[in-house]
């Protein structure tokens, strides 16, 4: 009789130690300090804090449902908030690129980086503001360039390649230039923190018109992650130039980040206009 209710004992203690395991993990929120079982914090909002994972397939440490290294699937079967995935992005002929992904679970904010092939171990998040919805505008890639554009929450994150069409400005054909006022540049000495003129012309226009700008650097080991952009850029009928004012140290600061040093050689800068090559201008950098 003795071992019949030791073994109805144990049995009861194995199921309630199954339905402990059963339950609802409890974490505790970073943000307010409150315990909760589910994938939000019910006092702030805040989301849960996702453990990392090690893909037993390659190795790669990972946060999110898949590996971002081999694409394996998390093998605990644990499932973040926002699994993002489908990125896709779409030239929308104005220098504008749209860029969309879905994410069932909506878990915003959003940021976008930017990666180009050439570039070591150096991407850029080139906007200011996270992405509160499911896509967004931007006029920040260059034509021509390939990037890897990945869409991240903190939680998961999916990437897609995509090259922005290149093609010429064709709204007026003469008068098309961009002069700067040095032509080469000690990239290791004074010159570094220097600035320079940059005087952008057109065509004598008939009325004001209004164009996303873009103004690119391209070294002699490709293209860097150094941008200047106008959402308007406004071309007066009343002149027939434009004349601005350039650092060189946030161009050389990107370009040691993009490649690691600072190349020697000619370096072009290139303007384009609604998304289209305008013209382009070179100088040479030279070092010790």
């Known amino acids: 009789m003795m071992k019949r209710i030791i073994s109805v004992l144990l049995t009861v203690a194995m199921l309630l130690s199954l339905c402990c395991v059963a339950h609802a993990e409890t974490w505790t929120c970073p943000a307010c300090g409150t315990a909760n079982e589910g994938n939000f914090c019910s006092q702030c909002g805040e989301k849960k804090p996702v453990s990392e994972w090690t893909c037993p397939a390659c ?3 990972n946060s999110g449902n898949f590996c971002s290294g081999c694409g394996a ?5 644990g499932e973040v908030a926002g699994g993002i995935y489908d990125v896709r992005c779409e030239d ?3 220098g504008h690129t749209r860029i ?6 909506n878990a915003g904010p959003y940021t976008i980086t930017y990666k180009a092939a050439e570039w070591i171990d150096y991407s850029t998040n080139y906007g200011e503001d996270p992405c509160r919805g ?11 360039v390939s990037y890897t554009i990945t869409v991240s929450n903190g939680y998961s994150s999916a990437s897609a390649e995509y ?3 290149k093609a010429s400005f064709t709204d007026f054909k003469s008068n098309k230039e961009i002069k700067i006022s040095k032509s080469y540049v000690e990239a290791f000495g004074e010159d570094y923190n220097s ?4 005087d952008l012309y057109h065509a004598k226009l008939s009325q004001n018109r209004i164009y996303a700008f873009l103004l690119a650097v391209r070294t002699p080991m490709g293209y860097c992650s150094y ?3 106008y959402e308007e850029l406004e071309l007066e009928a009343r002149y027939i130039g434009r004349t601005g004012y350039h650092a060189f140290a946030p161009v050389f600061d990107a370009v040691k980040a993009c490649f690691g040093k600072i190349p020697t050689g000619k370096y072009y800068l290139e303007a384009y206009l609604g998304g289209k090559f305008y013209a382009t201008v070179s100088f040479d950098v030279r070092g010790n």
């Open 227 to 229: 941008i200047e952009t």
């Open 195 to 198: 600035s320079f003129k940059m």
């Open 100 to 105: 969309s992904w879905n994410d069932p679970a």
């Open 92 to 94: 929308m002929g104005d």
């Open 59 to 61: 190795g790669t440490v």
């Open 163 to 165: 090259t922005p069409p």
């Open 134 to 144: 499911t896509s967004c505008s931007v006029i920040c890639l260059i034509p021509g």
């Open 73 to 77: 699937k998390r093998p605990d079967g």
